[in-house]
């Protein structure tokens, strides 16, 4: 079964920043990986996306993530942060056939004027 | 391009009643997903349909049944509501052709449960 550990609930930076979330996932092949970001009250909009081959994916927003096989982690960057950023992070998996997304259960980001 | 569309936005329903939520997939998109995102959690995956049929179900109970037409568009249903069943809804749609992975979220339906 596919699995998805997000360790961070809740991180705190200021303003201009740079930002990492956590994601490590659990599937047996390679995986397809995403990234969604929820502002409050709203829906997921996707951030990124890893199928297959570069492991360092850009985003929109300034995002990028990193897949690093060997240590199942999946983690977001961001060089900057803008206030703007604040909101709830989830790391998401979907494995081979498997068509359904299994989630974290987020990182929630504040940021600091 | 309209995106995922979902209806109502909000609702408030009382226990042992029943409820119908709507969903309009992004264009072009033929597949629709349902989760259920409780608060505080991540969402989880209620049922995906795809040509009119349910293709994969994720481990919730038969009251949660669900509906796609033929314009692709979906319904989810839920039975004998109980309290905890007061959560945000997402409809996702995507595309079941090659490189169609990614799947786009509507806006969610906030269902209360009382």
């Known amino acids: 079964a596919q699995s998805v550990t997000q360790p961070d609930i809740h991180i705190t930076v200021s303003e201009g920043a740079s930002l990492e979330l956590r994601c490590n996932y659990s599937?047996?092949?390679?995986?397809?990986l995403f990234w969604y970001v929820q502002s409050p009250g709203q829906g997921l909009q996707l951030l990124l996306k890893?199928?297959?081959?570069?492991?360092l994916v850009q985003g929109i927003k300034g995002f990028e993530a990193e897949f690093k096989r060997s240590q199942s982690s999946f983690n977001l960057r961001k060089p900057s942060v803008h206030w703007s950023d604040a909101a709830e992070y989830f790391c998401?998996?979907?494995?081979?056939?498997?068509?359904?997304?299994?989630f974290g259960t987020g990182t929630r980001l504040q940021v600091t004027l | 391009d309209a995106g995922v569309t979902q209806s109502p936005t909000h609702l408030i329903k009382t226990r042992g009643q029943q409820v119908t939520l709507r969903c309009s997939p992004k264009?072009?998109?033929?597949?629709v997903s349902w989760y259920q995102q409780a608060l505080g959690q991540g969402p989880q995956f209620i049922f995906q349909?795809?040509?009119?049929?349910?293709?994969q179900r994720g481990n919730f109970p038969d009251r949660f049944s669900g509906h796609q037409f033929p314009n692709y568009s979906s319904e989810l249903n839920v039975n004998a509501l109980l309290l905890g069943d007061s959560a945000l809804y997402l409809c996702?749609?995507?595309?079941?052709?090659?490189?169609?992975?990614?799947?786009?979220f509507g806006p969610g339906t906030r269902l209360t449960v009382t």
């Open positions: 599937y047996g092949a390679t995986p397809y």
């Open positions: 890893y199928f297959s081959g570069d492991t």
């Open positions: 264009s072009g998109h033929d597949t």
């Open positions: 349909y795809y040509e009119e049929e349910e293709r």
């Open positions: 998401a998996v979907r494995g081979g056939t498997a068509s359904k997304l299994t």
């Open positions: 996702a749609s995507s595309f079941s052709g090659v490189r169609g992975y990614e799947q786009y």
